[in-house]
């Protein structure tokens, strides 16, 4: 009887697996570096070094700023405005806007502004906030209608330029209030609450009636 011979086993991975537990103490970090020195100070080595961790595991995740960057800009949106759905169109976009301000308010609002104020410096930033943010606000404001329109509340879905406009509303409106307004603090105040209140009354009329259907229907 002839054996074939097999060849050496194979060798061991030899790559470390990443713990989602520094996965986070990164992305944290590199927030509350943005939130405190904004994107010029925004280092990799200060990020690592606020996370109490090694630049090498940074790297090993992120091999570059912008990298890093694109993660924090997609934690901030997609991870967090993801799995919406209360089974009414109303509910949805209350829940939207709702976490939304909650990501604004907190330390993600000025880490993401300084993200969009150097992004008209740097194109790569620019196109990582397009692909991360812009991007992600309308993939689930998409998903929002079509629950929407297959539980007939909405007639039809959106064209592709309706989309467009309402996704940049949402992204503008939520970054001039934490621009110009700042966070209302532990609390909402009764004027805030109002304004985000209005906010969603005026997004439900746009989408019963889509912009440039015109006055006569």
Excluded: C
Aim: neutral net charge.
């Amino acid at each position: 009887m002839t054996t074939t011979n097999a060849g050496p086993p194979h060798p061991p991975h030899k790559g470390r697996r990443k713990d989602p537990r520094v996965d986070t103490a990164l992305i944290d970090a590199a927030i509350e570096v943005l939130k405190e020195s904004g994107y010029a100070a925004f280092t990799t080595t200060a990020v690592a070094r606020r996370a109490g961790a090694s630049t090498a595991s940074l790297y090993r995740r992120w091999p570059s700023k912008q990298a890093l960057a694109g993660a924090v800009a997609r934690h901030i949106t997609l991870d967090e405005l993801g799995g919406i759905d209360t089974g009414s169109l109303e509910g949805d976009v209350r829940e939207f806007l709702t976490r939304k301000q909650q990501l604004l308010d907190a330390d993600a609002g000025p880490a993401l502004l300084s993200l969009m104020g150097q992004a008209a410096h740097d194109a790569d930033l620019r196109r990582i906030l397009h692909d991360d943010v812009y991007l992600a606000v309308r993939e689930q404001l998409e998903l929002l209608i079509a629950g929407a329109v297959r539980r007939r509340e909405l007639a039809e879905h959106l064209t592709a330029a309706q989309l467009d406009v309402l996704a940049l509303v949402l992204i503008g409106t939520a970054l001039a209030r934490s621009a110009f307004l700042g966070a209302p603090g532990p609390a909402p105040t009764a004027r805030a609450a109002e304004v985000t209140e209005t906010e969603l009354r005026l997004l439900l009329a746009a989408l019963h009636r889509p912009l440039g259907s015109g006055a006569g229907g």
